[in-house]
T-cell receptor, first 109, second 115 residues
Framework: GEDVEQSLFLSVREGDSSVINCTYT??????LYWYKQEPGAGLQLLTY?????DMKQDQRLTVLLNKKDKHLSLRIADTQTGDSAIYFC?????????FGAGTTVTVRA | DAGVIQSPRHEVTEMGQEVTLRCKPI?????LFWYRQTMMRGLELLIY????????DSGMPEDRFSAKMPNASFSTLKIQPSEPRDSAVYFC?????????????FGPGTRLTVL
């Protein structure tokens, strides 16, 4: 999605924290999402944040939203090998989702 | 509940052949989306339907691509004739409007290879 940008690759050591960043353009988006795609599978909704929030925590996941800078981040604490996947940032726009290119996270032992 | 179902999971065909991809959305969902995923272009929205009616097909790459939704539980994406550059993973997703959390549920995808 040309309106949503994210870095393409992240390598992290098992047990460390991962931080994936994303910038978006549509300030009218009601929700912003993080999807996870494991090899050979479809996208699964990982977490989301409502646009009037600036932080959301869900177990090992922390989402931070900076509306002024249109910046979204996903932090995964205590990264595990099962967290290796592609992570997509997405914004909603009139019933459609615009996705970033995806960040491939590789967890090394 | 069964999720979004797509068939086939893998399709290998020769250039010039007709390809039909199938999708069964989650029961009761009123929106259906077709996406294409490639390394070069990432995830692209091709077309979406609301209550079986095509709403936005601006992402369909060219006239070789067509999509139908004859009823609420079935949709097809057809490519005729297929070309090697159509090789990609095609995802179907469905959505239920009016929910507190607006999200889409994706199928496992069809990996298409055109030789």
């Amino acid at each position: 999605g040309e309106d949503v940008e994210q870095s393409l690759f992240l390598s992290v050591r098992e047990g460390d924290s991962s931080v994936i960043n994303c910038t978006y353009t549509d300030s009218s988006s009601t929700y912003l999402y993080w999807y996870k795609q494991e090899p050979g599978a479809g996208l699964q909704l990982l977490t989301y944040i409502f646009s009037n929030m600036d932080m959301k925590q869900d177990q090992r996941l922390t989402v931070l939203l900076n509306k002024k800078d249109k910046h979204l981040s996903l932090r995964i604490a205590d990264t595990q090998t099962g967290d290796s996947a592609i992570y997509f940032c997405a914004e909603n726009n009139d019933y459609k989702l615009s996705f970033g290119a995806g960040t491939t996270v590789t967890v090394r032992a | 509940d069964a999720g979004v179902i797509q068939s086939p999971r893998h399709e290998v065909t020769e250039m010039g052949q007709e390809v039909t991809l199938r999708c069964k959305p989650i029961s009761g969902h009123d929106y259906l989306f077709w996406y294409r995923q490639t390394m070069m272009r990432g995830l692209e929205l091709l077309i979406y339907f609301n209550n079986n009616v095509p709403i936005d097909d601006s992402g369909m790459p060219e006239d070789r691509f067509s999509a139908k939704m004859p009823n609420a539980s079935f949709s097809t994406l057809k490519i005729q004739p297929s070309e090697p550059r159509d090789s990609a993973v095609y995802f179907c997703a469905s959505r239920l409007s009016g929910r507190a959390i607006d999200t889409q549920y994706f199928g496992p995808g069809t990996r298409l290879t055109v030789l």
